[in-house]
């Protein structure tokens, strides 16, 4: 929960700042409206049509990214209760803040049941890479063809939901078992990109509406030739990973280094 919600604020006040420029900073909603829509978002209950002072098409300027996050603030609300289970007790405050927030979320419509299927693979993965057997056999260096060979077809060749999903949790099975692809996730860099990667996945889409919409213009964008196109966008994405190790630095990391209280 302190890894997803302090960045999570700050993404959302980047968002109330490009609505602002959109809408030319003129109220066209009560402050009162806006407040509680901003509320909404903040508190994960907005709805992919809330728009913020009547800016339609509020959610495409994130991208729709926070659609994961109520689920994982669920998952995270959960652990403390799973916890009882392996004879681990919190603090009583940690589960009375933990029944209120999950209690709000169910309330909010923000969950949908279906949704915590696409999870699914991801909770298989974790625990395969647990078994001994399978952790030997990942070891292997055909693990690290197999993994990538499922991610690539994953992205590259399926455009259905639920294969999708399988392929991502197989190939990504090899690398929570420690496979490297051949040293490249562990080289500096990679790890730098795993630790600002939820910064990354929150803020990447205002940064390309930011440039394409309210700087070249969607127009003049869509005028761009293929090479102009990317190598307008993969500059600014270059910068802006560079960015990310701000709030990473500033909000994120002290977030997350703060100590619950024990029992």
């Not at 700050?10 to 968002?15: D, K, P, S």
């Not at 991610?151 to 999903?165: F, H, K, M, N, S």
């Not at 293929?226 to 709030?247: D, H, I, M, R």
């Amino acid at each position: 929960m302190l890894r997803i919600f302090p960045l999570h604020i700050f993404a959302v006040g980047l968002l109330c700042l490009i609505v602002a420029v959109k809408t030319g900073f003129e109220l066209r909603d009560p402050i009162e409206r806006i407040l509680i829509s901003v509320g909404n978002w903040i508190l994960l209950s907005a709805p992919a049509a809330s728009n913020i002072n009547q800016l339609q098409g509020t959610w495409q300027i994130i991208a729709g990214v926070t659609w994961s996050l109520p689920y994982e603030a669920c998952f995270y609300l959960l652990l403390p209760w799973l916890a009882i289970a392996t004879g681990k007790n919190a603090h009583p405050l940690v589960y009375f803040c933990s029944a209120v927030l999950l209690v709000l979320l169910a309330i909010s419509g923000a969950l949908k049941a279906h949704m915590f299927m696409a999870f699914l693979p991801g909770m298989i993965t974790a625990w395969a890479s647990r078994k001994k057997k399978i952790q030997a056999w990942m070891a292997k260096p055909a693990a690290g063809i197999f993994s990538a060979a499922s991610l690539i077809a994953a992205y590259g060749w399926i455009d259905v939901q639920e294969p999708r999903l399988l392929l991502l949790g197989i190939g990504f099975l090899p690398i929570a078992c420690g496979c490297s692809l051949g040293g490249v996730l562990v080289l500096r860099a990679f790890r730098k990109l795993g630790e600002l990667s939820y910064g990354i996945y929150l803020m990447h889409g205002m940064v390309l509406f930011t440039l394409l919409d309210l700087f070249v213009g969607r127009e003049a964008a869509s005028q761009l030739s293929e090479f102009s196109y990317w190598a307008l966008v993969s500059g600014a994405l270059a910068l802006f990973v560079l960015f990310c190790e701000l709030p990473h630095r500033w909000i994120e990391a002290p977030a997350m280094s703060i100590k619950l209280p024990k029992k």
